[in-house]
């Protein structure tokens, strides 16, 4: 299996920071990537595909780059709307594995 | 829109069997894979497998092959997670999702509101 390691497991942050998280691959996987939000209480929500594609409807503040084995997501700009886990996942090969995910808190 | 629904909540003892369902809606049911995803209480996502709804093709992740059980009747558009025997592990919030590609390896969206399942004594 891929091993998919996300860092960091937390962070706290004022409204309008740049927030960074990584997520390295244990082998090459390409692009295969993508990122999800995950509201307390609610499903997982896609906002990147293909390691940098924006989903439709996603704000621009939400970015996405790397290839191979590793990759970062940014939000350029925090928002209070924001405040959530955000998981990244490979697609390269079955199974399909997560990130341990990363929570986001406001500061 | 397309839309997964799923069924409600269950609350189970040890040992008991249970098929919980996810019905979709607003897109080809038979052309596309559907994935189960658990989350334990407080915990991040764990991919169980998939299954394609058309010719009920299944792909189980290792760690949940033959601990549950994963079909589909396209005849209504309805796929099922089942186990024959439920462990205090087996607590969780179960989601399926849709993986609108041919193909199983591709990402996951959208997702079911999910179905809460609890198992004690």
């Known amino acids: 299996d891929i091993q998919m390691t996300q860092s960091p497991s937390s962070l706290s942050a004022s409204v309008g920071d740049r927030v960074t998280i990584t997520c390295q691959a244990s082998?090459?996987?390409?692009?295969?990537l993508s990122w999800y939000q995950q509201k307390p209480g609610k499903a997982p929500k896609l906002l990147i595909f293909d390691a940098s594609n924006l989903e439709t409807g996603v704000p621009s503040r939400f970015n996405g780059r790397g290839s191979g084995t590793d990759f970062t997501f940014t939000i350029s700009s925090l928002q209070p709307e924001d405040i959530a886990t955000y998981y990244c996942?490979?697609?390269?090969?079955?199974?399909?594995?997560f990130g341990g995910g990363t929570k986001v808190e406001i500061k | 829109e397309v839309q997964l629904v799923q069924s409600g909540a269950e609350v189970k003892k040890p040992g008991e069997s249970l098929k919980i369902s996810c019905k979709g809606s607003g897109h080809s049911f038979t052309t596309s894979w559907i994935a189960w995803v658990r989350q334990k209480p407080g915990k991040g996502l764990e991919w169980m497998g998939v299954i394609f709804p058309g010719d009920s093709d299944t792909r189980y992740s290792p760690s949940f092959k033959g601990q549950v059980t994963m079909s589909a009747d396209k005849s209504i558009n309805t796929a099922f997670l089942q186990w024959s025997g439920l462990k205090v592990s087996d607590t969780a919030m179960y989601f399926c999702a849709i993986i609108n590609s041919g193909y199983p390896e591709a990402w996951i969206d959208p997702w079911g509101q999910g179905t809460l399942v609890t198992v004690s004594s």
């Open positions: 996942q490979q697609y390269d090969n079955l199974p399909l594995t």
């Open positions: 082998q090459d996987i390409t692009n295969s």
